[in-house]
T-cell receptor
């Protein structure tokens, strides 16, 4: 298994541009998450999904959109990039089996908005 | 939301045990206590989790207070590769959300 993969690894955007951050997991996990991490800070939840076709807002959803058409993919869309969206974005998925769960994180996408 | 409080940083000597504390005084009965760590320039990595009883795995041990208002992550013998930011997180059973706090930056000295 490749685990959780994210593309691109790094991107520079101009203010007002749009882009999609891709996230794919090959572990057949139902739960997937998008976090952002600003320099020197902890992670903040943007959006999450408990299964295909179901998404919900996290702590900081403004300026972002998500979709979950398949179990494997959970893309994050930025419509009008702003400097405040400069951050490292992490995608994650959870395996839940009875009382056991482990969250797997991707390597991150570093985004710079100028 | 139930929050966690951790020291900003801690230091340890290599091959010595490390006890990383976490306070979560507003924890609810269905909140699981999770620990993750983040090495430099990497995504977070799962370490351990528990509900009420102490837990052990190959990476660490988790000691949970009887009233569940605090917990301690124990690294039995710190190595240089354990230098990371350690996050104590509460997971609500409902909604399956994880809330990350500020974490503790662990520095390991040779």
């Amino acid at each position: 298994n490749a685990g959780v993969t994210q593309t691109p690894k790094f991107r520079i955007l101009k203010i007002g541009q749009s882009m999609t951050l891709q996230c794919t997991q090959d572990m057949n996990h139902n739960y997937m998450y998008w976090y952002r991490q600003d320099p020197g800070m902890g992670l903040k939840l943007i959006y999450y999904s408990v299964g295909a076709g179901i998404t919900d807002k996290g702590e900081v959803p403004n300026g972002y959109n998500v979709s979950r058409s398949t179990t494997e993919d959970f893309p994050l869309r930025l419509e009008l990039a702003a400097p405040s969206q400069t951050s490292v974005y992490f995608c994650a998925s959870i395996r839940r089996r009875e009382d056991q769960e482990t969250q797997y994180f991707g390597p991150g996408t570093r985004l710079l908005v100028l | 939301d139930a929050k966690t409080t951790q020291p900003n940083s801690m230091e340890s000597n290599e091959e010595e045990p490390v006890h990383l504390p976490c306070n979560h005084s507003t924890i609810s009965g269905t909140d699981y206590i999770h620990w993750y760590r983040q090495l430099p320039s990497q995504g977070p990595e799962y370490v351990i989790h528990g509900l009420t009883s102490n837990v052990n795995n190959r990476m660490a041990s988790l000691a949970i207070a009887e009233d569940r208002k605090s917990s301690t992550l124990i690294l039995h013998r710190a190595t240089l590769r354990d230098a990371a930011v350690y996050y104590c997180i509460l997971r609500r059973n409902a909604g399956n959300m994880l809330t990350f706090g500020g974490g503790t930056r662990l520095m390991v000295k040779p």
